[in-house]
C-alpha cells in the first residue's frame, strides 16, 4: 500500500475527515495529528509519514495538487478539502493515487 493509499485510507469515512484543520480529537476540537482521529486531505498525509520534509512526502503533495487541478481547476488541497467536500478530496486522493 502506497503513503497515498495509507491516508486515503484514513479519512475514506466521512466521520474520520474535517475541514478547517488539519486534524481534531474526539471533541472535534483542533489538536496535534498523534492525538487526531479526524483528519484533513493533507493532515491525513501528514499523519502517514514521519518525517514531512522527505522528499516523498513532497512528491505525494505535488500529485494531490495535480489531480485537485485536473478535477476541479484548484491546486490548493486546502482549498478542495476545505470548500469542495469529503466526496472532492476522496477524488482528488484516488487520481493522485492512479498516476503511481
Given at each position: 500500500m502506497?503513503?497515498l493509499?495509507?491516508?486515503l485510507?484514513?479519512?475514506?469515512d ?5 475541514t478547517?484543520?488539519?486534524?481534531r480529537?474526539e471533541t472535534d ?9 479526524k483528519?484533513c486531505a493533507?493532515g491525513a498525509l501528514?499523519?502517514i509519514y514521519?518525517e ?5 512526502y ?10 485537485g487541478e485536473k478535477?476541479?481547476?484548484?491546486s490548493s488541497i486546502?482549498?478542495?478539502n476545505?470548500?469542495?467536500?469529503h ?9 493522485a493515487i492512479?498516476?503511481?
Amino acid at each position: 500500500m502506497s503513503k497515498l493509499e495509507a491516508a486515503l485510507e484514513l479519512i475514506l469515512d466521512p466521520k474520520n475527515w474535517t475541514t478547517g484543520t488539519l486534524g481534531r480529537d474526539e471533541t472535534d476540537a483542533p489538536c496535534v495529528l498523534n492525538k487526531a482521529c479526524k483528519f484533513c486531505a493533507l493532515g491525513a498525509l501528514w499523519k502517514i509519514y514521519v518525517e514531512i520534509t522527505t522528499d516523498e512526502y513532497i512528491i505525494d503533495c505535488k500529485k494531490l495538487m495535480l489531480a485537485g487541478e485536473k478535477l476541479f481547476n484548484q491546486s490548493s488541497i486546502a482549498r478542495v478539502n476545505d470548500s469542495l467536500g469529503h466526496e472532492s478530496v476522496v477524488q482528488m486522493y484516488q487520481e493522485a493515487i492512479a498516476c503511481l
